[in-house]
């Protein structure tokens, strides 16, 4: 039994992992359609996204597998549930890159971003896929510090988000009210994305110490 419940959990970690690539491709592209207003790449990750979505069923299948199969306790049953809440923060990672994919497609045939604040999604785009690759790596290791290590990484994405605000309040801004709505939300989605990859690494830490960082860190 014990054998079948590793195997199964590992099975379920490498679905997630697998997902948390999708995400960090699928805002990889949306990225590219913002930035190049390209309409069949923004296109693309719309229609692809069912897929994703169609991979959160089957990872929530599994997860239920494991609670009705396996009867866990105690620390597995912490990682069977800690699933499910992986499952729903890589579907949110998912739908923050479709919006994006969405605001590229609305705004066609124009660019949506005035040059300004160009390079900050170009930046927040790239750190959007590196904090998805480490998320996978750290779904892969199940290693708390490289778990921890991970919900440091988005205080360059957060500082970015911050200094978007100081560009759109500047007086030379000339760009009118509805680019600085879509430079607002769209920067609102980055930061989010980043977010949720966060979480994804205090749910591991959750999930393999059976404390939160905080306490962990109290304790250390």
Request: proline fraction near 2%; charge should be negative.
């Amino acid at each position: 039994m014990r054998d079948a419940y590793q195997e199964q959990m590992a099975a379920l970690n490498a679905l997630l992992g697998e997902m948390c690539e999708t995400v960090g491709h699928e805002m990889e592209r949306a990225t590219q359609a913002l930035l190049e207003a390209d309409l069949e790449l923004a296109e693309q990750v719309i229609s692809d996204h069912d897929a994703l979505t169609e991979r959160s069923a089957e990872a929530e299948e599994m997860a239920f597998e494991l609670l009705a199969l396996q009867a866990p306790v105690a620390g597995d049953l912490r990682s069977i549930v800690g699933g499910f809440q992986l499952v729903a923060e890589i579907d949110r990672m998912g739908a923050l890159a479709l919006h994006v994919a969405k605001v590229a497609r609305r705004r066609h045939p124009f660019r949506v971003l005035p040059e300004e604040v160009a390079g900050y999604f170009v930046e927040m785009g790239r750190l959007a896929v590196e904090l998805a690759g480490n998320a996978r790596r750290v779904l892969a290791s199940q290693n708390h510090e490289d778990a921890l290590a991970l919900m440091e990484d988005d205080d360059a994405m957060d500082d970015l988000h911050r200094h978007l605000f100081t560009v759109m309040m500047d007086r030379d801004w000339q760009h009118g009210l509805a680019a600085a709505v879509d430079v607002t939300l769209l920067g609102r989605y980055y930061e989010r994305y980043a977010d949720h990859a966060v979480s994804i690494g205090r749910r591991v830490v959750f999930q393999a110490t059976g404390k939160t960082p905080e306490q962990l860190q109290e304790a250390g």
